[in-house]
């Protein structure tokens, strides 16, 4: 891989950034909707702060890490005045303690367990934490969240909670063959939302739909995410 240098890479972050702002306008306007409708995550995962702080000054408002050391270790050096930073990676429960305070919200809940130790841990801290519910679109093994055929049950569970709020729900859809396939998951992810939006239940404010990333957020947009997660498409190729 072709190492640049920090000021080619900045110019890149540059470029990337307001290139992906005109194709999430195009994409919103198709929706019927403005590009202040959606908000557009920096995922920073593996990058170095002194790039994650360059997206910062370029207009980026929100920033996801995957794991939580990797988010405690950078944010002493990030520039986070104005700026949200959301868990999105699977999270573990000795890892909730660490986590709880530090983020605005935890985008993969997908469990009973992971939701009561979090509202634990925020209500001894004296906060409420918001939080997505992970959804397993796709019904894949491999793949961490809750299956759709579960959803309700879980999500009438955790908002018995004290110190936890959902916002809305989180999805990655499987890789598919096609355009049609994948905007099939992303459909289908928009009616489960718009459906749990409909019942106005108590302790919940459903208002977030987190789904596309760097190879689909054009579609997911236009399949009604108004949260997409993109990484490699503003900072380049990770490296591992």
Do not use: W
Not at 64 to 79: A, C, D, F, I, W
Not at 120 to 134: D, N, Q
């Amino acid at each position: 891989m072709e190492c640049l240098s920090a000021e080619e890479r900045f110019r890149n972050i540059d470029y990337n950034i307001e290139f992906i702002k005109e194709r999430i306008n195009e994409a919103a306007v198709k929706s019927s909707r403005k590009f202040e409708d959606i908000s557009f995550m920096a995922v920073t995962k593996t990058v170095e702060p002194i790039f994650i702080n360059r997206a910062l000054e370029r207009g980026i408002t929100l920033i996801g890490e995957n794991k939580v050391q990797e988010l405690l270790s950078k944010k002493p050096y990030l520039k986070l005045d104005g700026c949200e930073a959301h868990l999105i990676g699977h999270l573990q429960t000795n890892k909730v303690k660490q986590i709880v305070g530090e983020v605005s919200m935890i985008e993969s809940v997908d469990s009973l367990k992971i939701a009561m130790e979090i509202s634990k841990r925020s209500a001894a801290k004296g906060i409420t934490t918001e939080c997505l519910i992970e959804v397993n679109i796709g019904g894949e093994e491999s793949k961490t969240g809750i299956p759709a055929d579960m959803l309700d049950e879980l999500l009438y569970q955790i908002i018995e909670l004290p110190a936890v709020k959902v916002k809305g729900l989180m999805t990655i859809p499987p890789i598919c063959d096609s355009e049609a396939e994948l905007m099939k998951y992303f459909s289908k992810m928009h009616e489960i939302f718009i459906d749990i939006k409909s019942k106005k239940l108590d302790n919940t404010d459903i208002s977030i739909l987190s789904m596309g990333m760097s190879g689909d957020y054009e579609q997911a947009i236009l399949c009604g995410s108004n949260l997409v997660r993109i990484g490699s498409s503003v900072f380049g190729p990770r490296l591992y």
